[in-house]
């Protein structure tokens, strides 16, 4: 492992090393030859704030078909420079309940993927999205600079994040010798709808990969994420009977009434177990006042802390929904799951979170690890047996707001994070064989 200094050793006590000469004495473990590589991904980071910029001004908001295209050519001029040729994979299309309970199909875009070295005896997974969360009529469109700061859509989620992820992979390409680490790139046009489409590359990637490094930001203040839940988004599709409320009032069976009846009772299961909450998020449905209402839709999200609370929570929808079409006159019909399971601090992810803090530890960084409620595609990658460190993107916040913003002195310094994790599986600073002990 590395050089047997304590990197725990509080500066100024006796013994104690300056934070560069630490850094230093822990990167040697790496070989000299990583030097000049991290001193050329430090000269890279106006290029990649540029590019960054460059991407956002492309809208590729998760359903903007054409804007996902534009991106996805981009893309593909990017990975090209990859020792590899990018493939193209056409997404199976999803679900959607519509306002009036009919389940239609959506379309989404392609993924691009690219293998590298898949005969190596360790392989890694590295996986980002190129969608956000801004239609093209949205406001937001387009990036700025205000200092340090980087605004504008996708230039932390996730954007930047690709950034990042290609330049780490190019330094570690020009390293010289031959690779025990091969990889496989997925970059995805469907996470911020809960990536329904991509989910089986999703597992089958996870599946064939010893680790996984997925480029979500980082927080604001540099912090990474080790654990998170669960997350299960839910559709009851209410049907009851139209009446004239004047003539025949009584006749009618609302299924507003009936929607409503089962969001308090989703809602009176917040706080019965730890972690676990249900959200309501809407009610479709009704319409003209005279008329009782026929059809409503209630859309909920769940989130869980771990594989038993989703169980429960599970068996807890099943039952409101039951109820829900027990009631004369009324039929209701579920629809959707956990897309994203819950991904818990076990062994294998302290592990990585280990090796992560020691490859900061490498470049001068004390990298700080808290749990979340957010998912991502680290989830799904846990889920098929990868442990993962998902939050390698540059630092930044207001995701999912026109506050979103990208710390522009972080893109180079993560970069150099995920080029010491990639050189670290390769030489053996970090033993992969431990994950499956």
Not at 320 to 340: M, S, W, Y
Not at 375 to 399: F, Q, S
């Amino acid at each position: 492992m590395a050089s047997g200094v304590d990197l725990r050793a509080p500066l100024g006590y006796p013994g104690a090393m300056s934070a560069e000469s630490l850094a230093a004495a822990s990167r040697s473990a790496w070989g000299a030859d990583v030097e000049p590589l991290l001193e050329r991904l430090d000269g890279e980071r106006e290029s990649l704030v540029a590019r960054t910029e460059n991407w956002s001004s492309i809208n590729s908001g998760s359903f903007e078909l054409s804007g996902l295209a534009a991106m996805r050519v981009t893309l593909l001029d990017t990975v090209a420079e990859l020792p590899a040729a990018p493939e193209v994979v056409d997404l199976t299309p999803s679900k959607r309940v519509r306002p009036d309970g009919e389940v239609v199909d959506v379309q989404h875009g392609a993924s691009i993927r690219v293998r590298v070295r898949p005969e190596a005896p360790i392989q890694v997974a590295l996986t980002g999205h190129y969608d956000t969360v801004f239609p093209a009529a949205h406001a937001f469109q387009a990036p700025w600079r205000e200092g340090d700061i980087l605004r504008g859509p996708g230039v932390a989620d996730m954007k930047g994040g690709i950034n990042v992820m290609l330049a780490a992979l190019k330094a570690f390409e020009a390293l010289p010798g031959g690779k025990r680490v091969g990889y496989e790139v997925l970059l995805s046009p469907d996470e911020e709808v809960g990536s329904m489409g991509s989910a089986p590359l999703l597992a089958e990637l996870g599946a064939r990969a010893h680790v996984g490094l997925t480029y979500e930001p980082a927080m604001a203040d540099g912090a990474l994420v080790d654990a998170r839940k669960g997350s299960a988004n839910f559709h009851l599709a209410v049907k009851g009977r139209a009446a004239h409320v004047g003539r025949a009032f009584n006749d009618g069976r609302s299924a507003v009434i009936a929607a409503a009846e089962a969001a308090l009772a989703l809602n009176a299961l917040n706080g019965q177990r730890d972690g676990v909450t249900f959200n309501v998020g809407a009610i479709d449905g009704g319409g003209a006042v005279n008329v009782v209402p026929e059809r409503a839709v209630l859309r909920f999200n769940v989130r869980v802390p771990d594989a038993e609370a989703a169980i429960w929570a599970e068996a807890e929808v099943q039952r409101v929904a039951r109820e829900a079409g027990g009631r004369d006159g009324i039929e209701a019909q579920l629809h959707g799951g956990f897309t994203r399971p819950p991904k818990p601090l076990n062994d294998q992810q302290r592990t990585m979170v280990s090796w992560t803090h020691q490859a900061g530890a490498a470049l001068g960084l004390d990298l700080q690890f808290r749990p979340s409620g957010g998912v991502c595609e680290g989830n799904n990658l846990a889920a098929a047996g990868c442990p993962n460190i998902d939050t390698l993107g540059p630092c930044g916040g207001g995701l999912h707001s026109d506050e979103e913003f990208a710390l522009i002195s972080s893109f180079s310094e993560r970069a150099k994070l995920s080029f010491l994790l990639l050189t670290g599986l390769d030489r053996g600073v970090f033993d992969v064989r431990s994950l499956r002990s």
